[in-house]
C-alpha cells in the first residue's frame, strides 16, 4: 500500500491499493484528484545517536506496621515511598554523577549521558535547601557514625532515550528473624523526621532547622555504656553541642525502635525544644504515672503529644521483646489518668494533643493544630521568659497568642487540675500530695524575710515533683548579694545547693558539700532570676542518702 | 569450673545529672553522680537497673550477680524476664517473676550464669510495669557480660549481613532493584 499525502495546495490525499477488490481502502478525493506520479518517499532520516538518557524510578522501603497490642506486625508489610531524600547517580569510581531529592511519591529523575555505567543510591538523608531548611541524616553510631545509603548495582544507561530504575529497601524479615540485611530501618526512621519537619514547614515555610543526626544500628542495645559500641541504654536524645544526636535502639528479640514512629517523633521533639525553642527540662527516667518536676513533665508530655499529631495517632505505641511482638501503649485522648496535674506528663500530652486535634470530646472543644502552639514556642517572649518552660508558661503564651479563646484553654487545664494563671502558675492548687510543691514557684525579696523551702523524695529522686523548689528573686539594681540555704529540719545527711538562672542562662551553680548549709555571695545585675533549689542527694542518682530537709532562704546584702 | 562471688556494687544509672557549667561559672565541689550526661529517654516503665558485676568472666566460669530494679514510685505490678543470649548459659531461675509494687520499692534477682565461648554476650532483662489501673508500659535493661579473652577490633560493617562500606565512607545497604 502507498499512501500519498499533498498538502500543500489543497487538501488531496490518495490511497492505491495493490490487492484489488478495491474493498475499503481507496479514499475519495472530495475536490480533486491527483493525476501525476507520486514522488519516490524520502528516505528515512538516519537515526539520531542517543547521547543523553532519562533514567528514573521511585524509591521504596518496607513499613512493618503494629498489630494491635503494639508488637511489629511483619504478616502486613507496605511499601512506602522514600520522600525527601537525597537520590544520587555514581559511577563506578564512586564519583557522584547527579543527585537530587526524591519527590513525595519517591519518585525522582536524572538527565545522564547514555552508555555509562551508574549506580543509583539513595542517602539515609532528608536535605532540603529551598526557603525551609533541614538537613536530617541516619548513621550508624557502631560505624563511625557513617551514612546509611540504599543502593542500586552498577549498570549501563543504554542507548534508548529513557531508562527506568526501581529501588526497594526490604525489612529483611525472613519469617523468623531478620535472617536478610535491614535496608528498610533507616529510611522508616527518616520518614517518621519527614512528617515532623514537613508539618512545621507547612505551618512556617521558612523554618531553618539545624542538622541532626539520628543514630541507629542493629547492635543498639539497652545497656549503658560506649555508644560507639552500640550500648546506648534506650532511644533518647542527647542535647550536648558537641555530640548533638538522637540515638535509637535495633536490637532484635529485645527493643527496635525503627518501626516505632511515635518513639522517633517523641525524641525528635526534644530536639525542636533544644533547638527551635526551649527546655529547661533535666530529663531523666519518668512514666506516666509518675509525679515529676513541672519541667520534665512539660516536656515529656510535649514530646508524647508531638508523636501523636505527627503520625495522625493519638495512640502511642512502643514494640519491643521476642519478634518485636510485645509492645505497649497509651491513648493520649484517655481521661482516666493517675495523678493528673501540671507535674503529669500523661495530662500534659492529653491537654497539647486536645489543642491540636479536630475531635470534640468531653472538655476539648479545640480544633487549633499544631500552629499556635509553634506560635508560641518559637516567641522570643516564651524563649526568653525569667520562668520555666512549663504548661504555665505555655498556657499563658497561648492566652497572648490570641487564636484560642481563654474559656476553652481553662477548660482543657480544669479537666487535667490545673488551675493556676500566669506563667509561674500562680493560685496553683494541687500539690500532688506533697505539700512543698506550692506554690509552682515562691518568691524571695532582697533584704527581706526568708523563705521556708524543702526538698523531699516521696515520689522518687531527681527528676520527681518536690525534689526542686523554684525560688523567683527580682533586683531592682545590681547588687552584691549574699544567698543562703540553712537548714531548718532533716537528718545529718541533708545537703542543701542552688542554681541561679537568669532565663534560660544558668549564672552560678553553688553546690558545695557543707552539711546543712550552701551560700553564695557575689555580684548579681538588675533583674529577674529563678533559682533552683535541692538537697544534693535527692537528685545525685543513687539514693542512697535520699531524705527530706527543710531550708530557711534568703538573700541579703 | 569455678565460682566467683563479686562484692563492687558498680551503679548503672539512666538519670543524669544537672548541666555542667563552664568552671569559671561553678562553685562547686566534686560529688558523685554529679557528672553524667545529660539525656532525654523514651517513655516507658520507670525501673533502673543495678547491679554487682565487675566486668569481667572466664570461659567456664560460674559468675554470680545481683540485679537490682529499682526507682519504682507508683503502686503497681511489676514482671521481670531474664532475656539471656544463647552463648549465656543460665543456672538460676529463669522463670518470669510478678510481684506487688509499692512505691519505693526495689525488686533484688540474683542471677548465675556462666558461658564457654569469648565474647561480650548482653544479659537482657524484660520489665512489665502495671499500673493499678492496668495500665502497661515496658521498658528492656540489658547488662553486658564480658568472657574471656575480647577481640581486638570491633564488630565491622561486613559482620552485617551483605552491608559494606564503600570507600566514600557511605554504609552500602542492598536494595531490590528492578532496571527496564
Known sequence: ?557 | MFIKTIGITAAIICVTGAALLPANKASSENKPFETHEVSYIKPGAAVDLTHDYDGKTQKGEIEILTLTLAHIYEEGYLTVRLLPPPELQIHSDTNPHTLQIQAGSSFVLPVQLSSMADGTYYLGLETVYESLEGQQSRRVLSVPITVGVQPAEKSRASDLKDIQVTSEGIIALPAREIIK
Open chain 1, 1 to 557: 500500500m502507498q499512501f500519498i499525502r499533498l498538502t500543500a495546495t489543497g487538501l488531496i490525499a490518495v490511497s492505491l491499493g495493490a490487492c484489488g477488490g478495491g474493498g475499503g481502502n481507496t479514499v475519495a478525493a472530495p475536490q480533486a484528484v491527483a493525476s501525476i506520479p507520486a514522488p519516490p518517499p524520502p528516505p528515512p532520516p538516519p537515526p539520531v545517536p542517543v547521547t543523553s538518557v532519562k533514567v528514573s524510578g521511585k524509591i521504596t522501603y518496607d513499613r512493618v506496621p503494629h498489630a494491635q497490642n503494639s508488637g511489629l506486625d511483619y504478616a502486613n508489610v507496605t511499601e512506602m515511598p522514600i520522600r525527601g531524600a537525597v537520590i544520587e547517580a555514581v559511577n563506578a569510581s564512586g564519583d557522584v554523577l547527579f543527585s537530587t531529592i526524591s519527590a513525595p511519591d519517591g519518585s525522582y529523575d536524572f538527565t545522564l549521558d547514555a552508555e555509562t555505567d551508574i549506580r543509583i543510591r539513595a542517602k539515609a538523608q532528608l536535605l532540603s535547601d529551598k526557603a525551609a531548611h533541614w538537613d536530617f541524616r541516619v548513621t550508624d553510631n557502631t560505624q563511625e557514625n557513617q551514612l546509611y545509603a540504599l543502593q542500586g548495582s552498577l549498570a549501563n544507561t543504554g542507548k534508548s532515550a529513557s531508562q527506568s530504575r526501581d529501588l526497594h529497601a526490604p525489612s529483611g524479615w525472613t519469617g523468623q528473624s531478620y535472617g536478610e540485611a535491614r535496608s528498610a530501618a533507616p529510611f522508616a526512621i527518616l520518614d517518621s523526621v519527614y512528617m515532623a519537619a514537613q508539618a512545621f514547614a507547612a505551618i512556617d515555610p521558612n523554618i531553618d532547622f539545624p542538622a541532626l543526626e539520628l543514630r541507629w544500628s542493629v547492635n543498639n542495645r539497652a545497656a549503658i555504656g560506649e555508644k560507639a559500641q552500640g550500648q546506648i541504654g534506650t532511644s533518647a536524645y542527647f542535647p550536648d553541642a558537641d555530640s548533638e544526636a538522637i540515638y535509637l535502639l535495633g536490637e532484635e528479640g529485645r527493643d527496635t525502635d525503627e518501626y516505632d514512629p511515635h518513639v522517633i517523633i517523641h525524641e525528635w521533639g526534644h530536639y525542636f525544644e533544644h533547638q527551635m525553642s526551649r527546655t529547661d527540662s533535666i530529663g531523666g527516667l519518668h512514666s506516666l504515672n509518675d509525679r515529676l518536676d513541672a519541667r520534665v513533665a512539660y516536656s515529656e508530655g510535649w514530646g508524647n503529644a508531638l508523636s501523636a499529631m505527627i503520625t495522625g495517632d493519638p495512640i502511642y505505641r512502643d514494640s519491643s521483646g521476642s519478634s518485636q511482638k510485645f509492645g505497649f501503649s497509651y491513648n493520649l485522648e484517655t481521661r482516666d489518668i493517675t495523678n493528673p496535674g501540671w507535674f503529669n506528663e500523661a495530662s500534659i500530652g492529653a491537654i497539647l494533643y486536645d489543642i491540636f486535634d479536630s475531635a470534640s470530646d468531653g472538655p476539648d472543644n479545640i480544633a487549633a493544630g499544631l500552629k499556635p502552639i509553634y506560635n508560641v514556642m518559637s516567641s522570643d517572649a516564651y524563649k526568653d521568659a525569667p520562668v520555666f518552660a512549663t504548661i504555665f508558661a505555655l498556657a499563658d503564651g497561648l492566652r497572648r497568642e490570641g487564636s484560642i479563646g481563654n474559656g476553652a484553654i481553662n477548660s482543657l487545664l480544669d479537666s487535667q487540675s490545673i488551675s493556676g494563671e500566669g506563667p509561674n502558675g500562680n493560685g496553683e492548687s494541687n500539690s500532688g500530695a506533697i505539700r512543698s510543691a506550692l506554690p509552682v514557684y515562691k518568691e524571695v525579696t532582697f533584704n527581706g524575710p526568708s523563705v521556708h523551702l524543702c526538698s523531699v523524695d516521696d515520689a522518687g529522686v531527681y527528676n520527681k515533683l518536690g525534689n526542686r523548689e523554684f525560688i523567683f528573686l527580682n533586683l531592682d539594681t545590681d547588687k552584691d548579694v549574699t544567698i543562703s540555704a540553712m537548714k531548718a529540719s532533716g537528718d545529718e545527711q541533708r545537703d542543701p545547693d542552688f542554681n541561679i538562672w537568669q532565663g534560660r542562662e544558668l549564672i552560678n551553680k553553688s553546690a558545695s558539700s557543707i552539711k546543712g548549709e550552701e551560700v553564695f555571695k557575689g555580684r548579681l545585675s538588675a533583674g529577674d532570676y529563678v533559682i533552683e533549689a535541692y538537697d544534693f542527694f535527692n537528685i545525685n542518682g543513687t539514693g542512697s542518702k535520699r531524705g527530706d530537709g527543710c531550708y530557711n532562704f534568703s538573700v541579703t546584702g
